[in-house]
């Protein structure tokens, strides 16, 4: 009786295991979905119409002054542009977003450097620090990487 009791025990011990190692790869599984559900949502938003004349207004102004830029784009245009990538630049750094798919679907350095001046008068004007910030943190490490990369021959 006790060879008995004690291959059922076995048994227990060997499905607790198979259970909880099911549950973690499901827990992979949905983390993985999850990362590409919001890369396909940060696709489809950066190829919508709105998105993308709003985007030409910033990215094609000559304007090299904040109110210059502000003149030639619009305060609508720059704070959603600015907020779309701050907050891809965001789900990067929190790593819901893959680094590597963002700086190949966001420009970070570009866009820091079409919006700094502009960003920099924001943030004096509203008296924050914060104001965009992953946009220029992640121009760094765009910058960063792209530098390593160069010295490396990739």
Not at 66 to 92: K, M, P, Q
């Amino acid at each position: 009786m006790a060879d008995l009791m004690q291959v059922l025990q076995g048994l227990a011990y060997v499905g607790l295991i198979a259970g909880t190692a099911f549950t973690i790869w499901q827990l992979y599984e949905m983390r993985r979905d999850r990362g590409t559900h919001l890369v396909l949502s940060i696709m489809s938003t950066t190829s919508s119409r709105d998105t993308q004349e709003l985007g030409r207004k910033v990215f094609d102004t000559e304007e090299t002054d904040a109110n210059g830029i502000e003149e030639a784009c619009g305060r609508t245009a720059l704070y959603s542009v600015g907020s779309f990538i701050d907050d891809v630049g965001y789900l990067v750094r929190r790593r819901m977003v893959n680094r590597d798919c963002a700086f190949e679907t966001i420009a970070f350095a570009d866009a820091w450097d079409k919006m700094k001046p502009w960003i920099l008068r924001e943030r004096e004007k509203r008296g924050v620090t914060h104001l965009f910030h992953n946009i220029e943190y992640m121009a760094q490490l765009q910058r960063q990487l792209e530098a390593k990369e160069k010295e490396e021959g990739v």
